[in-house]
T-cell receptor, first 112, second 113 residues
Framework: KQEVTQIPAALSVPEGENLVLNCSFT??????LQWFRQDPGKGLTSLLL?????REQTSGRLNASLDKSSGRSTLYIAASQPGDSATYLC???????????FGAGTRLFVKA | DAGVTQSPTHLIKTRGQQVTLRCSPK?????VSWYQQALGQGPQFIFQ???????QRGNFPDRFSGHQFPNYSSELNVNALLLGDSALYLC????????????FGPGTRLTVT
């Protein structure tokens, strides 16, 4: 059974710091992994999608990596800003089906 | 280009009642998935609809049912509401392939009293 874990559960950093959010999954049989951002009480905004054949994706100050064999992904945020404060969720789509499995998220607070 | 829309935004119901939530997918998308997100948790997959059929279902009781219309919009129905059904209900749309990106709507906040 696929399980997704995100560490840490919460993180507080000063503005300008580079940071890494971690995501691990128990079964390497996945189609893709997607990182989302969620503001309090709002829907999810897609940040990056990494296909199973890819190792990383980049968008602006964000870089996500995928190591399928070890069941790990990291989201790197460069030069953090107060506007980056939100919950970051990772989600995997296992092979053999259509469901997506989410981690519980990392709640990020960037202090000005 | 309109993204995924959901209605209503908020809803308050009493235990035992029934509720219907609605979702319109992003333009060009024909696949709709529904998720339940309890406070402080990640979204949990309820089911996915494609070509007006339920394609896969998560671990939710039969009180949760859905429908997809010919224009690809979708409804989520929950019968015999329980206090534990209070959550943010999210709709996501995509193309039918497994490897494609999902786009989420703003959600419907359901409170059961």
């Amino acid at each position: 059974k696929q399980e997704v874990t995100q560490i840490p559960a919460a993180l507080s950093v000063p503005e300008g710091e580079n940071l890494v959010l971690n995501c691990s999954f128990t079964d390497s049989a996945i189609y893709n992994l997607q990182w989302f951002r969620q503001d309090p009480g709002k829907g999810l905004t897609s940040l990056l999608l990494i296909q199973s054949s890819q190792r990383e994706q980049t968008s602006g100050r964000l870089n996500a990596s995928l190591d399928k064999s070890s069941g790990r992904s990291t989201l790197y945020i460069a030069a953090s800003q107060p506007g980056d404060s939100a919950t970051y969720l990772c989600a995997v789509r296992p092979t053999g089906g259509f469901k997506t499995i989410f981690g519980a998220g990392t709640r990020l607070f960037v202090k000005a | 280009d309109a993204g995924v829309t959901q209605s209503p935004t908020h809803l308050i119901k009493t235990r035992g009642q029934q509720v219907t939530l609605r979702c319109s997918p992003k333009s060009g998308h024909d696949t709709v998935s529904w998720y339940q997100q309890a406070l402080g948790q990640g979204p949990q997959f309820i089911f996915q609809y494609y070509e007006e059929e339920e394609r896969q279902r998560g671990n939710f009781p039969d009180r949760f049912s859905g429908h997809q219309f010919p224009n690809y919009s979708s409804e989520l129905n929950v019968n015999a509401l329980l206090l534990g059904d209070s959550a943010l209900y999210l709709c996501a749309s995509s193309l039918p392939d497994r490897g494609v990106e999902q786009y989420f709507g703003p959600g419907t906040r359901l409170t059961v009293t």
